[in-house]
């Protein structure tokens, strides 16, 4: 069973269009973070939240930690092939431990 | 460029071989960690070091081995390779500070069959 769930597991969508993926648990997160991977790399990561129902922007994309520190949503807006790639959150159990990973969305944007 | 570098980049092995992955970063820090990942399953912590000297198991542990003899080495060992440990194998690192949460910086990967 996967601690941390995230939908949908593929998205495919055309430029210009908007998206929101999800990363939901049952258990509370001392932080969260946003990682983008590339085929052939590793992970690098995009953003962390850390309080509850804290949003954080990064130019069109938009990220939000739930009220309960259970969930998280990135919203792309405007979407653009450059943006394609496979993204992963990562919630962090208790402060200073180590992270636990999503299965991932894997996200294509065509021109 | 600094960074984290991983030797070898691809690799066959059969089955029941011994293999060691290698894994460098020349940014100095000092938590370093080495996962795996599997389709549909995303990464999955096999062994951390938060500092040299010091190593801890992760989700996978069984079949692996880790050392941290400095700062800016930390091998993974496969001592008998199984056709189950097929995978594509990320080290990563980050400037750890307990009580804060940590940015980890990934390698580029080693891709390995076990045949």
């Known amino acids: 069973t996967q601690l941390l769930e995230q939908s949908p597991q593929f998205l495919s969508i055309q430029e210009g269009e908007n998206l929101t993926v999800y990363c939901n648990s049952s258990?509370?997160?001392?932080?969260l973070q946003w990682y983008r991977q590339e085929p052939g790399e590793g992970p690098v990561l995009l953003v962390t939240v850390v309080t509850g129902g804290e949003v954080k922007k990064l130019k069109r994309l938009t990220f939000q930690f739930g009220d309960a520190r259970k969930d998280s949503s990135l919203h792309i807006t405007a979407a653009q092939p450059g943006d394609t790639g496979l993204y992963l959150c990562?919630?962090?159990?208790?402060?200073?431990?180590?992270?636990?990973f999503g299965p991932g969305t894997r996200l294509s944007v065509l021109p | 460029i600094a960074g984290i570098t991983q030797a070898p980049t691809s690799q066959i092995l059969a089955a029941g071989r011994r293999m060691t992955l290698r894994c460098t970063q020349d940014?100095?820090?000092?938590?370093m960690y080495w996962y795996r990942q599997d389709l549909g399953l995303g990464l999955r912590l096999i062994h951390y070091?938060?500092?040299?000297?010091?190593?801890g198991k992760g989700e996978v542990p069984d079949g692996y081995s880790v050392s941290r003899a400095n700062t800016d080495d930390f091998p993974l060992t496969l001592a008998s390779a199984v056709p189950s440990q097929t995978s594509v194998y990320f080290c990563?690192?980050?400037?750890?500070?307990?009580?804060?949460?940590?940015?980890?910086?990934f390698g580029p990967g080693t891709r390995l069959t076990v045949l």
């Open positions: 070091s938060n500092t040299a000297g010091t190593t």
């Open positions: 990563a690192s980050s400037d750890f500070t307990s009580g804060r949460y940590n940015e980890q910086f």
């Open positions: 940014m100095r820090h000092n938590a």
């Open positions: 258990s509370v997160f001392s932080s």
């Open positions: 990562a919630g962090e159990r208790y402060y200073g431990q180590n992270f636990v």
